[in-house]
C-alpha cells in the first residue's frame, strides 16, 4: 500500500496530527510524519514534496496554523493529492490559517478539511488509497456502518435521558 505523509508546521500541531495518526493506525494505513515548515525550513518542505511519490506515497497531508502556507507550497512541488489541515492559533481561532489553507490559486490544488480536522484528513487520504484498494475500501465501509450504528443506538436511548 502507498504511504501517507504528514508534514506540519511545527510540533505545537502535534494534537492535531494526533487525531489523523490515530485514524491511519485504526486503518493500517503506513504513515511518515515530519516537521517541516514553509517559512521556517522551506527547503526541507519542498524537497520532500518534490521527492514524495519516488518515495512510495500516495497522498500527502499537510497541518499548519497562522499563516498557513504549508499545504499549498507541498501541492506546488507535487501533483500527489495534497490534503490541508488549518490549525486553530491563539489569535483568530483557526480563520486565518483556513482561508491561507483553501483559497489556492487556480491550478494547484489542496483539499482542505475543516480547523483542527485531522480524522477526516485521514479519512480522506485513506478514501484516496481505497480507490485502489478493496480491502480498503471495506473496511471504510465498515467503519461507517458501525459509526451509524453508534447514531442509533443513542437514538434508541435518548428518551431515557429526558
Ligand atoms: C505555523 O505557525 C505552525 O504550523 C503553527 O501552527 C504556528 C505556530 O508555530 P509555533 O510558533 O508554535 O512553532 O507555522
Redesign the pocket.
Known amino acids: 500500500m502507498k504511504k501517507v505523509g504528514i508534514v506540519?508546521?511545527?510540533?505545537?500541531?502535534l494534537p492535531v496530527i494526533a487525531k489523523a495518526v490515530d485514524q491511519l493506525k485504526a486503518l493500517d494505513i503506513p504513515y511518515e510524519v515530519h516537521v517541516y515548515?514553509?517559512?521556517?525550513t522551506p527547503v526541507q518542505a519542498r524537497d520532500f514534496a518534490l521527492s514524495a511519490r519516488e518515495n512510495g506515497f500516495g497522498v500527502l497531508i499537510a497541518?499548519?496554523?497562522?499563516?498557513?502556507h504549508?499545504a499549498g507550497a507541498i501541492a506546488a512541488n507535487t501533483t500527489l493529492p495534497v490534503i490541508g489541515i488549518p490549525?486553530k492559533?491563539a489569535v483568530l481561532d483557526g480563520l486565518d490559517?483556513l482561508l491561507s489553507t483553501v483559497m489556492m490559486p487556480s491550478g494547484i490544488p489542496v483539499a482542505a478539511v475543516a480547523v483542527d480536522g485531522g480524522t477526516n484528513a485521514a479519512l480522506l487520504a485513506a478514501q484516496i488509497l481505497a480507490v485502489e484498494d478493496a480491502g480498503l475500501a471495506k473496511k471504510l465501509d465498515e467503519k461507517r456502518a458501525a459509526d451509524a450504528q453508534k447514531v442509533l443506538d443513542k437514538d434508541a436511548g435518548i428518551l431515557e435521558r429526558l
Open positions: 506540519m508546521g511545527s510540533d505545537s500541531d515548515s514553509a517559512h521556517r497541518a499548519a496554523g497562522m499563516a498557513a504549508l490549525c492559533g490559517a
